[in-house]
């Protein structure tokens, strides 16, 4: 029997994905451009039902039900574009092509609009949860021509993971890049939640002077609160545990992180969307620096500053770093829904906030008891402004954002950097003043640029310019270059 789908690309995520469909009901063909690759994994499943394989395009393309419906698990960017490119002429009008890697979301827009002209559909589609969440089950965030939903939802359902009531993590994200728009956007939330949990870490051991054993204990209990978590569960997991000689593990490791980009992907999207992404923005920017690691080793010997002097914390004080770490949170979120519902609104796609956070109660990394709330205050009210104006987000900052003040303020004064708590106090700040200093920024604008401004006693749209080094006469203007 022909199978339903294939996977093209054995590395880790596809080889794991190929399992999970196989052993979910979903007949699978697994296919790598390097036929030895692809021979010996089949050769390591040998009787596993549901799983077939194929070792040329030919055969991939022959083994195939119609419509075919294969899935690129491969690395993104040229690589994508190639591969599509020796497939599209074996194809028939009305084939699905699923990009499921780490892809730009505009590339996704390219690639739909370029088959949709030669007849084929082309499906952008998110994946989180890395090896563990491939095999036993992924959130996913499906989107592009919508002709291929109705064809790869039950396939889909069938390997995502499972929320806590049941429903799969899975729906249609919308049209064009949407899909892999809202992956790059988890991403970023990815990177401000890690970013926070590794400033609170970092207080726990500089201002609290605990051993990594402890904080992995302070982090087992909190996953017990509203911060329950998968990000938040692995931390405790990994603290404890010790190298050969019994020293913490995680001291071992050289404090240099890593990126793949999306990351910065979240950031320069913000930036075209003009959205305030300043907290996911410190987080790409601590990334940068801890990779300046003879640069800040070279300066710790010579800059000054206060030390920090660590000391036991009292039972409020460890509250304090549990509820600013809440509250930094859900700042996160609340600018990353902006960005997308502000890039919605730019494109059309029609993507439902709310169904983004249900798909990511489960499977994926940034998966937490938090995400209800979320998906509860755009199904209460699907056009609120920001997250921050849901009932149980005013509440619940009501009883943390002291908190945040306070421990933000004993990191600064102790020397210890915190960039992302930081900058989700200002934006918190921000966001809650009904008027800001961008009116004397305006003044400024307009005196070296005679870029214009408006007047908060004058009706919308009128444009003034003043003569500022003249006699101060005020005009109006037809130009307003804001």
């Known amino acids: 029997m022909a199978s339903q789908i294939a996977v093209f690309g054995l590395g880790v995520m596809g080889r794991n994905l190929i399992l999970n469909m196989a052993d979910s009901g979903v007949r699978v063909m697994a296919y790598d451009r390097t036929a030895a ?12 039902p549901n799983l077939a394989a194929a070792y040329d395009l030919a055969g991939l393309v022959a083994g195939l039900e119609r419509p075919r419906r294969i899935l690129f698990l491969i690395k993104a960017g040229a690589p994508v574009d190639e591969q599509i490119a020796n497939l599209v002429p074996l194809l028939e009008p009305g084939d699905i092509l699923i990009d499921g890697g780490n892809s730009l979301w505009a590339d996704s827009e390219r690639r739909a609009a370029a088959l949709k002209e030669k007849g084929l559909i082309f499906v952008g589609m998110g994946v989180s949860g890395g090896e563990e969440g491939a095999r036993h089950g992924p959130s996913l965030m499906p989107g592009g021509d919508p002709a291929a939903w ?32 809202v992956k790059m956007v988890h991403n970023g939330i990815e990177y401000g939640d890690m970013q926070l949990i590794g400033e609170s870490y970092h207080l726990m051991r500089a201002a609290f002077g605990w051993s990594a054993a402890e904080a992995g204990q302070a982090f087992a209990a909190w996953n017990r609160t509203e911060l329950e978590s998968y990000l938040v569960e692995i931390t405790a997991r990994i603290l404890p545990v010790k190298a050969a000689d019994g020293a913490p593990l995680v001291e071992k490791i050289v404090d240099a992180a890593g990126q793949k980009g999306t990351g910065k992907w979240t950031v320069q999207a913000a930036l075209e969307s003009g ?29 000054p500053g206060p030390a920090p002097k660590p000391a036991r914390p009292s039972d409020a004080e460890l509250e304090d770093l549990r509820l600013a770490l809440l509250a930094a949170k859900i700042m996160s979120y609340a600018q990353g829904y902006l960005l997308i519902r502000a890039a919605d609104s730019e494109r059309g796609w029609g993507i439902k906030p709310a169904a983004t956070a249900r798909i990511w109660r489960g499977g994926c990394i940034i998966r937490s008891v938090f995400l209800d709330r979320i998906r509860e205050a755009f199904e209460a009210e699907p056009g609120i402004r920001s997250i921050l104006l849901a009932p149980w987000f005013r509440k619940t900052l009501e009883r943390s954002e002291g908190a945040l003040r306070r421990v933000v303020a004993k990191a600064a004064l102790a020397g210890i950097p915190v960039p ?63």
């Open 37 to 48: 690759k692809t021979r010996a994994f089949a050769e390591s499943e040998a009787g596993r």
């Open 150 to 181: 109705g064809s790869l939802k039950p396939i889909l359902e069938a390997i995502a993971a499972k929320a806590p009531d049941g429903s799969p993590c899975v729906d249609w994200m919308g049209p064009g890049g949407a899909g892999h728009f």
């Open 275 to 303: 959205i305030p992404l300043t907290l996911i923005t410190e987080a790409v920017f601590s990334r940068f620096l801890s990779a300046l690691r003879d640069d800040r080793a070279a300066a710790a010997k010579v800059l």
């Open 420 to 482: 992302a708590h930081a900058a989700a106090l200002s934006f918190y700040d921000g966001y809650r003043s009904a008027r800001l200093p961008a009116d004397l920024l305006q003044a400024q604008r307009d005196f070296f640029g005679s870029h214009g401004y408006e007047r908060v006693d004058a009706k919308g749209g009128e444009v003034f310019h003043t003569d500022w080094t003249g006699n101060l006469a005020e005009t109006r203007t037809s130009t307003y270059n804001a």
